[in-house]
C-alpha cells in the first residue's frame, strides 16, 4: 500500500480524496495555487505545498511543479481527481517514468478511450453498439458533408479530444455544416490543444445514461449500474440520479456488459464511465468512455454501498477487486444536484466573490460534498460548482421530496447561486415523472 498519495487537484473531489486516504492509513499531500491558499483541501491534508499563480497552466495543470511536490513530499502515489490532468495520457506516463504510481488507468488505456474517434473505432471492433458516423477525424469539409449526406441530417461535430461539453454542434442543415467545423475547431484547440472533429448521427431525444465499471489490473471487470444524467444546459451535467428511471433489468444486464467490454477491449484498469445515448425504444449507443472518476460518483456510492474513491486507491496499489459482479445489487434511489456560484437570470454568469454567510442542510439520507466555508472566497480563476448534494432514500419520489426540503435549508450568502433553480427543475410534473431526456432544459427555455 501506497505510503503517502499527492492529490493533484483542488475542491470537493480533493477533500473527498483526502478523507478516502484518511480511512485506508495513507498519508495525504495537497497541492495549491496562490489562490488557493486559503483553501480546505490545503488545510485538513497531512502536507500542503504551493505549486504557482493562479492560473491553471501554471500550477494545477503545471506537471513539472506536481512531481517536483512529490519528490520534495515522498508522495508515491498521485491522484488526479477530476478535470485537470486526469485524462491526461503524457502526465500519467510522466508518473510511470518518475517511479510514482498515477492513480488510474494505464496511458496507453486513457490513450485509446481519450481519442474519441479512434474510441469509437475500438467500440465498433467490441461489438459495442455506436451511433453511426465517420470512421474516426474528418480531414476536409467536402469529407465531412459526404458523410452527413450518407447518415443525413441532423448531425453532430464534436471534438476528437473532447469532453466537458467542449467543440460540440449540432448541425441541421448542409448549409450550417462548414462554419459548424470551423467553430468546433477552434473551440477544440483552444481547449485540449487538438483541433481534430468527427461527425455523428444526432439522435433525436435520446436520454444520457452512464454505466460506472470497476477494472483491476488482472483482468476483473465489474459494473455498479448506472447514472441517468439527462438534465443538462449546453451538454453540462446539472442533476443527476441512479437508478435511471427509464431502466429495466433486461436493459442493465445488456448496457453493463457493454460496458464491461468496452473496458476489456482496452486494458482498462480502475474506475470508468461508459456513456451512451439512449432513443425512445431504448435502442443504446456508446458515446465515450470517461478515463476517471466522475464528479456523480457520490449517488453509486449510496445504491451500492461501494466506496468508488477507495476502490481506486486499492487497485492502483495492485490489489484485487474484493467483490464479483454478482455481489453488486442496487438498493434506493439517490439523486445529486450541483451547487454553482452562478446566477441563472444572467444567463448562469459565474458569480465569484466571498461567501459571508452559509448553512449546508443534513439529516437522515442527506450527503454533501464540498470544499466551502463561512468566509471562503469563490475565486474568479476556477469551475464555479461549490457544493454537490446528494438525497438517498428507498424510491425516487421519496429521493426527490427529500432534496427538495435540503435545497430549500441550503443558505448562502454574499454570492449568486443556482440553488432555486434546481428547486424549480424538482418542482417541474416532467422532471417528476421522469419524463426528461437531454433537450429537457432547453424545451423549457433555458438555453
Same mark, same amino acid.
Given at each position: #500500500? ?24 495513507? *498519508? ?52 488526479? *481527481? ?40 475500438? #467500440? ?52 450550417? $455544416? ?14 485540449? *490543444? ?5 461527425? @455523428? ?8 445514461? @452512464? ?52 473496458? $476489456? ?27 476517471? !472518476? ?35 445489487? $442496487? ?7 450541483? !451547487?454553482?456560484?452562478?446566477?441563472? @437570470? ?13 448553512? #449546508? ?28 448534494? #446528494? ?22 450568502? *454574499? ?33
Amino acid at each position: #500500500m501506497f505510503n503517502k498519495v499527492l492529490i493533484a487537484n483542488r475542491g470537493e473531489i480533493a477533500v473527498r480524496i483526502i478523507h478516502a486516504c484518511r480511512e485506508l492509513g495513507i *498519508g495525504t499531500v495537497a497541492v495549491f495555487s496562490e489562490a488557493d491558499r486559503g483553501a480546505l483541501h490545503a488545510q485538513i491534508a497531512d502536507e500542503a505545498i504551493c505549486i504557482g499563480p493562479a492560473a491553471t497552466k501554471d500550477s494545477y495543470l503545471n506537471i513539472q511543479a506536481i512531481l517536483a511536490a512529490c519528490e520534495v513530499t515522498g508522495a508515491d502515489a498521485i491522484h488526479p *481527481g477530476f478535470g485537470f490532468l486526469s485524462e491526461n495520457s503524457s502526465f500519467a506516463k510522466t508518473c510511470e517514468l518518475c517511479g510514482v504510481t498515477f492513480i488510474g488507468p494505464s496511458y496507453t488505456s486513457m490513450d485509446m478511450m481519450g481519442d474519441k474517434a479512434n474510441a469509437k473505432q475500438t #467500440m465498433k471492433n467490441a461489438n459495442v453498439p455506436v451511433v453511426p458516423g465517420s470512421d474516426g477525424v474528418v480531414n476536409s469539409v467536402e469529407e465531412a458533408k459526404e458523410i452527413a449526406e450518407r447518415i443525413g441530417y441532423p448531425v453532430m461535430v464534436k471534438a476528437s479530444a473532447g469532453g466537458g461539453g467542449r467543440g460540440i454542434r449540432k448541425v441541421d442543415t448542409p448549409d450550417e $455544416l462548414e462554419a459548424a467545423i470551423t467553430a468546433a475547431k477552434t473551440e477544440a484547440l483552444s481547449f485540449f *490543444g487538438d483541433d481534430g472533429v468527427y461527425l @455523428e448521427k444526432f439522435i433525436v431525444d435520446p436520454r444520457h445514461v @452512464e454505466i460506472q465499471v470497476l477494472a483491476d489490473q488482472y483482468g476483473n471487470v465489474v459494473h455498479l449500474g448506472e447514472r441517468d444524467c439527462s438534465v443538462q444546459r449546453r451538454n453540462q451535467k446539472m442533476i443527476e440520479e441512479s437508478p435511471s428511471p427509464i431502466m429495466t433489468p433486461e436493459l442493465r444486464e445488456k448496457m453493463g456488459e457493454a460496458a464491461k467490454s468496452a473496458a $476489456l477491449a482496452c486494458g482498462y484498469y480502475n474506475a470508468g464511465t461508459v456513456e451512451f445515448l439512449v432513443d425512445a425504444d431504448k435502442n443504446f449507443y456508446f458515446m465515450e468512455m470517461n478515463t476517471r !472518476i466522475q464528479v456523480e460518483h457520490g449517488i453509486t456510492e449510496l445504491v451500492t454501498g461501494i466506496d468508488l474513491v477507495k476502490n481506486q486507491i486499492l487497485i492502483a496499489a495492485g490489489e484485487r477487486l474484493g467483490f464479483t459482479q454478482e455481489d453488486v445489487h $442496487l438498493s434506493g434511489h439517490a439523486i445529486e444536484c450541483r !451547487i454553482n456560484a452562478e446566477t441563472p @437570470e444572467a444567463n448562469f454568469r459565474p458569480s465569484p466573490g466571498k461567501i459571508e454567510s452559509l448553512h #449546508m442542510p443534513g439529516g437522515n439520507g442527506i450527503r454533501i460534498d464540498s470544499a466551502v466555508y463561512s468566509g471562503y472566497e469563490i475565486s474568479p480563476y476556477y469551475d464555479s460548482m461549490i457544493a454537490k448534494v #446528494m438525497a438517498y432514500a428507498p424510491t425516487r419520489y421519496e429521493a426527490i421530496q427529500k432534496m427538495k426540503w435540503a435545497l430549500a435549508e441550503f443558505i448562502v450568502e *454574499g454570492i449568486d447561486t443556482n440553488i432555486d433553480f434546481q428547486l424549480n427543475i424538482l418542482r417541474d410534473q416532467d422532471f417528476e415523472t421522469g419524463n426528461v431526456d437531454i433537450g429537457y432544459l432547453g424545451r423549457k427555455g433555458y438555453k
